[in-house]
């Protein structure tokens, strides 16, 4: 099994849909956890990240986390064209130094 | 400020070729990161450094080779290139290793292929 499992997509939704991404975690020392958005052929930047369990908000962009269970998702409200990517979550323990990653969700959002 | 760098952005080798990957920063980040990306598999460790004059292995550092002789540049090696190895290689950086208050910022990758 992998530590970090997301489907793979790819997701199709028409402008303005809300877009449900999720990953499962199997490591319960995982205590940050982050989603990269990557454009097609360039390198994924950070979107969002939290440390805790619950809700946090940017814009369109929730991100939420449940420790519990060792899932977290992002939502994306009244989706656009260019939010078309691929979304990777991304997770680390307290005291890591490295990263780790799901395999992405390739996302496309039709006008 | 150009943030992280790639050279060269695409390559194809021969089985058996080497070649060098160079990574820079201009950002005074002390940790250094090269990923590969394979699809359906996500982005994979393949070496990190955490301050010049150190490295250590990834999730798949077999075939690879890394140093840090300066701090803002971290290169990765193939001695003898594989099919295998055929992908794409990000470099990335933070300013620390744990991620609180840290973002890891990514270069635009560099395309392989092995022929």
């Known amino acids: 099994q992998k530590e970090v499992e997301q489907d793979p997509g790819p997701l199709s939704v028409p402008e303005g849909a809300i877009v449900s991404l999720n990953c499962t975690y199997s490591?319960?020392?995982?205590?940050?956890f982050m989603w990269y958005r990557q454009y097609s052929r360039k390198g994924p930047e950070l979107l969002m990240y939290?440390?805790?369990?619950g809700n946090k908000e940017d814009g369109r962009f929730t991100a939420q986390v449940d420790k519990s269970s060792k899932y977290i998702s992002l939502f994306i409200r009244d989706s656009q064209p260019s939010d078309s990517a691929t979304y990777l979550c991304a997770m680390i323990n307290n005291y890591g130094q490295n990263f780790v990653f799901g395999p992405g969700t390739r996302l496309s959002v039709l006008p | 400020n150009a943030g992280v760098t790639q050279t060269p952005k695409f390559r194809v080798l021969k089985t058996g070729q080497s070649m060098t990957l160079l990574c820079a920063q201009d950002?005074?980040?002390?940790?250094m990161y090269w990923y590969r990306q394979d699809p359906g598999m996500g982005l994979r460790l393949i070496h990190y450094?955490?301050?010049?004059?150190?490295?250590a292995k990834g999730e798949v550092p077999d075939g690879y080779n890394v140093s840090r002789l300066k701090k803002q540049n971290f290169l990765l090696g193939l001695e003898s290139a594989a099919p295998s190895q055929t992908s794409v290689y990000f470099c990335?950086?933070?300013?620390?290793?744990?991620?609180?208050?840290?973002?890891?910022?990514f270069g635009p990758g560099t395309r392989l292929t092995v022929l």
């Open positions: 939290t440390y805790s369990s």
């Open positions: 990335a950086s933070t300013f620390r290793g744990t991620f609180k208050d840290n973002e890891q910022f």
């Open positions: 950002m005074n980040h002390e940790y």
């Open positions: 490591n319960s020392a995982f205590q940050y």
């Open positions: 450094s955490v301050g010049e004059g150190t490295t």
